[in-house]
C-alpha cells in the first residue's frame, strides 16, 4: 500500500504531536463534558428512599421466610416429620348385583423407599385389590371393622405384587360403598 507523502517526503503533513508535551490535547484521554452539574437535592432524596424501601422490603420478605421455616420445624418436632405416600389410583369394585364400592388409598412408606418403587405395581395392586376385595362382599365392606378388613387387604396386595418391608400404614382416603 501506498503512503501518501508530501514533497519534502514526510508521510505526515504536519509533524506528529509529541506526547511528552503537557500542553498537547491527550487523543487518548476520555472527553469531559464542558460543564457537568451537581446533583439536585431533591433526586438524592428520591434515590435513597427508593433504596430504604427496597431494603426495608427484603428484610421483611427475609423475615416471613424465617417465620415460616421455624414454623415448619416446631410442627415437625411436635407431629414428626411428613409421611412419604404413595398414592394409589381410585379404584371401584362390584360387589355383586348394583353394589360398588370406590375407594383411593394412599401408603405410607418406609424410610428408604421412593414413591416409584412402589407405584410402579400400581396396576398388579389394583387387579389384587379388585379380585379380592370383590370376592369379600358388601356386609365385609359395610359393618364394624371394613376400615381394618380394607387395609388389610391392601397390605396383602401390596406386599405380593411389590414385595415386603415398603410401607408402614396405610391410610384410606376415601371408601364410599354404593
Avoid: C, W
Wanted: glycine content about 8%.
Amino acid at each position: 500500500m501506498a503512503t501518501h507523502r508530501t514533497l519534502h517526503g514526510t508521510p505526515y503533513p504536519a509533524p506528529p504531536p509529541d506526547p511528552l508535551r503537557r500542553d498537547a490535547p491527550d487523543a487518548l484521554a476520555p472527553q469531559q463534558a464542558p460543564h457537568s452539574e451537581a446533583a439536585h437535592p431533591t433526586r438524592t432524596l428520591i434515590v435513597v428512599l427508593i433504596a430504604l424501601l427496597t431494603l426495608a422490603g427484603l428484610a421483611y420478605g427475609g423475615g416471613v421466610a424465617v417465620d415460616r421455616i421455624v414454623e415448619q420445624r416446631r410442627i415437625e418436632e411436635r407431629m414428626g416429620p411428613k409421611p412419604n405416600l404413595a398414592r394409589l389410583p381410585a379404584i371401584e369394585v362390584p360387589l355383586g348385583g348394583l353394589r360398588a364400592v370406590e375407594m383411593q388409598v394412599s401408603l405410607v412408606l418406609a424410610p428408604q423407599v421412593e414413591a416409584d418403587r412402589v407405584l410402579r405395581y400400581q396396576d398388579r395392586i389394583a387387579d389384587r385389590l379388585f379380585q379380592t376385595v370383590g370376592q369379600a362382599g358388601a356386609e365385609a365392606l359395610t359393618g364394624t371393622g371394613s376400615a381394618a378388613f380394607m387395609k388389610a387387604r391392601v397390605r396383602e396386595a401390596v406386599n405380593r405384587e411389590a414385595g415386603t418391608g415398603l410401607i408402614r400404614d396405610i391410610y384410606i382416603e376415601r371408601m364410599v360403598v354404593k
